[in-house]
């Protein structure tokens, strides 16, 4: 399932209402750390990855004391930064994507698709305001796709269409390592 919303206190809500006990988090744009707190208060048997790319975010990520979190500083658009991921697990049960809230539609969703192609989790949730608004301005009349986990189905594993050249990675070439 996914989830797409703008208001911070309903992103939260559903992302703590979704996880479950032992399950790992992955979380783009963890910013200062209130969302990774708030997971790691409620679920303790979780397993927390969170990324960041800002000097604020490092300063008050190193703050956060807990064996299963994990830190990770980095541009969630790059080929080093998934694989840095991928490396540490290899599937999650839930991504949580915020990278600036109401920027940049299309660079969420690409980040969104690759890490959901790549990471394959049980749901996802998505923090944003451009695409919260195309979301509710479509008007379906055919071709209403419909993806029941976390990241999108109709694409099977295709991985990545040529025309989105600037992500250097795709599912299949994770499993050729």
């Known amino acids: 399932m996914i989830k797409l919303s703008y208001n911070i206190d309903i992103y939260r809500k ?3 209402d979704i996880i479950q006990l032992g399950d790992t988090i992955i979380e783009l744009g963890a910013h200062i750390g209130n969302t990774s707190k708030l997971i790691l208060e409620k679920y303790d048997d979780c397993t927390l990855i969170s990324l960041d790319n800002s000097q604020e975010a490092i300063e008050q990520m190193a703050k ?9 500083p980095g541009d969630v658009r790059l080929h080093d930064i998934i694989l840095e991921v991928y490396k540490i697990t290899k599937k999650c049960d839930v991504l949580s994507v915020d990278l600036g809230g109401g920027y940049h539609p299309d660079t969420v969703f690409k980040v969104f698709y690759i890490w959901a192609s790549t990471f394959k989790p ?3 949730l998505i923090r944003n305001k451009g695409l919260l608004d195309f979301s509710n301005s479509i008007d379906f009349d055919e071709d209403n796709f419909k993806s029941e986990n976390g990241y999108l189905s109709s694409y099977g594993g295709e991985g990545i269409p040529p025309q989105i050249k600037e992500f250097d990675l795709w599912t299949n070439s994770l499993k050729n390592k």
């Open 14 to 16: 559903q992302l703590l």
């Open 64 to 72: 956060i004391s807990n064996t299963n979190f994990t830190f990770i």
């Open 122 to 124: 049980k749901h996802t």
